[in-house]
């Protein structure tokens, strides 16, 4: 079944203490990329990745950091997370130059005191 | 810039009655348009998208979306609503790239 995965699903952490949101998918897909999602606003882009290697930032980029080592995983990194970035965050991935629909994973959700 | 504007941040309906949810999006080009719909506590979910062929689209759950160039718009309407329809509903546009576009939301109230 084709689909894109994150864990953790939901997550409560500290001020200061680095983590990890992990994002799979299986489709062997070239694009990548990670949203936020905030009352109000929608789902804006954080970072995005092109392919193995290749990552650029999005519309919302500060306090995070990726990386795409391996097709398939694009973990989002968040080195010391604030309370502004408690949100509901989004993984997507899209094969590159078609009119594919965007997969997007279940959804983390983070909450940072 | 290239944006998405979603007209009502709320819609209320009674159940059997159509729907109606305004987009319209900013014309550099020839965009692709999505509306997704996110349930509470749940991930996205794509109902129909436009990506320049038939300007009416149909899409899951009896929805549909018309774009219309003329006006900048792709309104997504149902001609009966259900108490399941109640949700968020997004629009989104894509410009030649991968990169999505999102409208801030629509929330859909459903009364009996």
């Known amino acids: 079944e084709a689909q894109v995965t994150q864990n953790p699903r939901y997550l409560i952490t500290v001020t200061g203490k680095k983590l990890t949101v992990t994002c799979s998918q299986n489709m062997n897909h070239e694009y990548m990329s990670w949203y936020r999602q905030d009352p109000g606003l929608g789902l804006r882009q954080i970072y995005y990745s092109m392919n193995v290697e290749v990552t650029d930032k999005g519309d919302v980029p500060e306090g995070y950091k990726v990386s795409r080592k391996e097709k398939r995983n694009f973990p989002l990194i968040l080195e010391s997370p604030s309370p502004n970035q408690t949100s509901l965050y989004f993984c997507?991935?899209?094969?590159?130059?078609?009119?594919?629909?965007?997969?997007f994973g279940p959804g983390t959700r983070l909450l940072v005191l | 810039a290239q944006s998405v504007t979603q007209l009502d941040s709320h819609v209320s309906v009674s159940e059997g009655t159509p729907v109606l949810l305004r987009c319209n999006y900013s014309s550099s080009y020839s965009p692709s348009l999505f509306w997704y719909v996110q349930h509470p506590n749940k991930g996205l979910q794509l109902l129909l998208k436009y990506t320049s062929a038939a300007t009416l689209v149909k899409g899951i759950n009896g929805f549909e979306a018309e774009f219309k160039k003329s006006e900048t718009s792709f309104h997504l309407t149902k001609p009966s609503a259900h108490m399941r329809d109640a949700a968020e509903y997004f629009c989104v546009v894509s410009y030649n790239t991968d990169k999505l576009i999102f409208g801030t939301g629509t929330r859909l109230q459903v009364f009996p």
């Open positions: 997507a991935s899209i094969q590159r130059g078609g009119q594919e629909t965007q997969y």
